[in-house]
């Protein structure tokens, strides 16, 4: 049987992704084993021109593009930075649907890598039905996060460096959206380290891709609640759910008070600002920690973008750096 996600294309493509988004800094979080109870690594996706691990895919599919072309898009935000960053690189041009509630730091930053930004809807979803509405209007490609095997082999690349690591990692917990990152991750690992057991991350108030998984058929809901928007998925994409199979040993849901002390935790230990979906992984372990502790696990922070105000709410006031502490 032929997967989806290739080994081959996932090996090769740290050639084509641009270098700004290889690499990221892994290393143990020595100061929260006390807190945890186990050796943690963690994978830092935050330090690249988007703040986010979604550079690698949209790195990898935009190599296939040429200057002129136009791609239509939906994103929560962190993909569409990406996808705007990579096409602007190729001089090719981005359109892009968001909800009319996205991040407007997210918004802000989509537009400023020179892509169209169209907010239509109350959540991702309602933004991707109208962008798959218009690119067929238009006749543009619709390129879908999750759906296109790019998004995920380009992910995949951070298991390549993960598992460059020294030991064999016990434990690998992966925030779970739309399913690229972890497909692609789960994909390599399962091939290159199967000991490792691969743990897909949701928010319990958007469990549909959990669920979905867990079922074996697709499950989708009308509303989600939870303040991690990068991984607020209600309406699952069929061929990820089935790419997960044989990908991922199991999948478990997280509240956002627990993603809220996990974000909290990161800042306060590692000196990192990261959004709730990225700190999805480090929640897993919050919420149970005796089936981690004393073994080695890893956990990819996928995402840092928080407005002001939200680095306010959730982490403590934030210093301006006109104003020093006394």
Same mark, same amino acid.
């Given at each position: ?6 080994l ?30 186990c050796?943690?690594i ?7 021109p988007?703040?986010?691990f ?5 790195s ?6 040429c200057?002129g072309?136009?791609?239509v898009?939906?994103s929560a ?17 981005a359109?892009?649907f ?8 997210k918004?802000?930053r989509?537009?400023a890598?020179?892509?169209?930004v169209?907010l239509?809807?109350?959540?991702f979803?309602?933004a991707?039905?109208?962008a798959?509405?218009y690119?067929?209007?238009q006749?543009l ?5 999750g759906l ?7 992910? /995949? &690349? $951070? ?6 690591? @020294? *030991?064999?990692?016990?434990?690998? !917990?992966?925030p ?14 399962k ?9 897909g ?6 469990p ?8 074996g ?7 989600i ?9 209600r309406?699952?994409?069929a061929?990820?759910?089935?790419d ?39 929640a ?6 005796s ?6 696990? /890893? &956990? $990819? ?6 407005? @002001? *105000?939200?680095m306010?709410?959730? !982490? ?11």
């Amino acid at each position: 049987m032929t997967h989806r996600l290739s080994l081959d294309r996932i090996a090769g493509a740290s050639s084509v992704i641009d270098p700004v988004f290889l690499h990221s800094p892994q290393f143990r979080a020595e100061s929260l084993d006390d807190v945890l109870g186990c050796r943690l690594i963690v994978k830092v996706e935050t330090l690249n021109p988007i703040r986010s691990f979604k550079g690698r895919g949209a790195s990898l599919y935009a190599s296939t593009l040429c200057a002129g072309d136009t791609v239509v898009t939906a994103s929560a935000g962190n993909f569409g930075q990406a996808v705007a960053y990579a096409c602007r690189s190729r001089g090719a041009s981005a359109i892009i649907f968001a909800s009319v509630n996205a991040n407007p730091l997210k918004v802000a930053r989509m537009r400023a890598f020179g892509a169209d930004v169209r907010l239509h809807g109350d959540d991702f979803d309602a933004a991707k039905l109208e962008a798959k509405r218009y690119a067929e209007a238009q006749g543009l490609p619709l390129l879908e996060d999750g759906l296109e095997p790019a998004t995920a082999e380009g992910a /995949a &690349t $951070i298991a390549v460096e993960l598992l460059r690591w @020294p *030991e064999a990692i016990d434990d690998l !917990l992966v925030p779970l959206g739309n399913g690229a990152l972890l497909t692609g991750i789960g994909r390599w690992t399962k091939a290159y380290a199967p000991s490792t057991q691969v743990i897909g991350v949701s928010a319990a108030g958007a469990p549909a891709m959990v669920e979905s998984w867990r079922t074996g058929s697709i499950v989708m809901h009308d509303r989600i609640d939870t303040i991690a928007d990068g991984i607020g998925v209600r309406v699952p994409i069929a061929e990820a759910v089935a790419d997960m199979h044989g990908a991922v040993d199991d999948a478990v849901l997280v509240r956002d008070e627990t993603i809220l002390a996990a974000m909290r935790l990161a800042h306060k230990h590692l000196g990192l600002v990261i959004e709730p979906s990225g700190a999805a992984g480090l929640a897993a372990i919050l919420e149970d920690p005796s089936r981690y502790r004393g073994r080695l696990v /890893a &956990t $990819i922070l996928c995402g840092g973008n928080l407005t @002001p *105000e939200q680095m306010a709410m959730w !982490l403590g006031p934030v210093q301006s750096a006109a104003s020093p502490p006394r």
